[in-house]
């Protein structure tokens, strides 16, 4: 279905995370959009799923909404930008994200056990010990926990799970943000074939670690993928690429980056949530990420499609109508979750937000941002007490199809 197929009245209701003022703050055209049945964005060209109880009908009946669009897939970019690709041998698979059963399950049990409950206690003295190192790195009383803090905590940690060589972390940062471009259909083309060009060296990178792993495995997701776990086979060399590249660096990356800095200003922003954080932070911490994570998902939403022809919360869809799951939206759902928008740390359904998903396609890596988070608070709250907003800081949000995330984070004590 294209929008020219679409009554007028859903084609003028649109959505656009790139610009103002969604960029800033969507929720309140989430608000609006709550208030009527999943409508077309002609922008995005796909039905908008923005209510609780329709997302979790969409993501609790895979049957009828295939997750095959869940993220744009970068051969699905223009023709300039894809003869690159292919030049330079860039390979392309589904996602686990885009796996329907039969085929999710076997990848996705490959792929979980990366994100173990001992792999997560394995990765906390690389989490405390680079927390400390950062914090006691600040200088002149201020810093910017986006880019001294958040940033370079997460990637040390996600390279360590993945199998990444540290010093090779600021040439991997580029590549991810290649592939986050690759995935952004509203991405300026010369921004695409930029990345594009740098997409055959990163190919070689990956080949040449999966190779290394092959006869030589570690305790690292890389090793899991290529040999297989849980009684579940190893993965094809360019399945494992594109899981490496995709669902483990980019959303393993991005969304706790920006979970972290969400929490952490909900914290300063909020003088009981930091009173009880001081008080009692192995109780409050937990506590103050939930309610960040509902009230900030750190990632946008999938894609879906219908297999078939349905009516959605009110909507008719033909078979092969896309659909875009904002989460974001759900998480402060009125009817789900009274006074969305207050800071209830004692909320007591908080765990039913869609942060990370929900169903088949839950993120694997979950515990994982939670550990981080908690740890990376822990280490703010205890080393810097004094730690507050700085002066005239107002929060900017950076420019993205898939993830919401400040662009800085000024801090000062």
């Not at 800033?24 to 002609?42: K, T, V, W």
């Not at 039905?47 to 051969?75: G, H, N």
């Not at 540290?166 to 592939?179: F, G, H, S």
């Not at 109780?283 to 946008?300: G, S, Y």
């Amino acid at each position: 279905m294209t929008a020219t197929d679409v009554p007028t009245e859903h084609a003028a209701f649109d959505f656009n995370p790139m610009v103002s003022p969604h960029r800033e703050d969507p929720h309140l055209f989430y608000r609006l959009a709550r208030q009527g049945p999943p409508r077309l964005s002609p922008t995005l060209g796909a039905y908008m799923v923005t209510r609780y109880d329709d997302l979790v009908a969409v993501i609790d009946d895979p049957q009828t909404y295939s997750s095959a669009p869940a993220v744009p897939k970068i051969y699905g970019n223009p023709p300039e930008v894809v003869e690159i690709l292919r030049a330079g041998g860039v390979p392309e698979t589904n996602a686990v994200v885009n796996e329907d059963e039969p085929e999710h399950t076997p990848v996705r049990r490959v792929f979980d056990a990366g994100f173990t409950g001992a792999r997560v206690r394995a990765m906390l003295p690389t989490m405390r010990a680079r927390a400390v190192e950062l914090v006691d790195g600040f200088a002149g009383g201020r810093a910017d926990l986006v880019a001294e803090y958040a940033v370079p905590f997460v990637q040390t940690v996600i390279s360590a799970i993945i199998g990444f060589p540290p010093e090779d972390t600021e040439q991997i940062q580029v590549w991810t943000d290649d592939v986050n471009t690759l995935w952004n259909v509203l991405a300026p083309l010369e921004a695409q074939v930029a990345s594009a060009r740098r997409m055959a060296e990163y190919t070689r990178y990956l080949q040449a670690l999966i190779d290394e792993r092959r006869e030589r495995p570690r305790e690292d997701l890389i090793s899991d993928l290529v040999h297989g776990a849980n009684g579940y086979p190893g993965l094809s060399d360019e399945l494992v690429q594109n899981i490496v590249r995709g669902a483990a660096r980019v959303a393993g990356f991005d969304t706790t980056r920006d979970a972290i800095t969400a929490t952490m200003l909900l914290i300063l922003q909020n003088p009981d949530a930091r009173a009880r954080v001081v008080d009692d932070p192995a109780k409050a911490i937990p506590k103050v990420t939930e309610e960040a994570l509902r009230r900030d998902a750190p990632h946008r939403g999938l894609f879906r499609v219908t297999t078939r022809d349905t009516n959605l919360g009110g909507t008719d869809l033909p078979a092969g109508t896309p659909l875009l799951l904002l989460f974001g939206s759900g998480n402060r759902d009125e009817t789900r979750f009274p006074n969305p928008d207050a800071v209830e740390l004692d909320r007591p359904n908080v765990r039913e937000h869609l942060a990370f998903g929900r169903g088949l396609h839950v993120c694997p890596g979950a515990p994982m941002a939670r550990a981080e988070i908690r740890v990376a608070l822990e280490t703010l709250i205890h080393r810097l007490p004094g730690l507050r907003l700085a002066d005239g800081y107002e929060p900017t949000y950076i420019a993205s199809y898939f993830f919401r995330g400040l662009e800085a984070l000024h801090v000062t004590w």
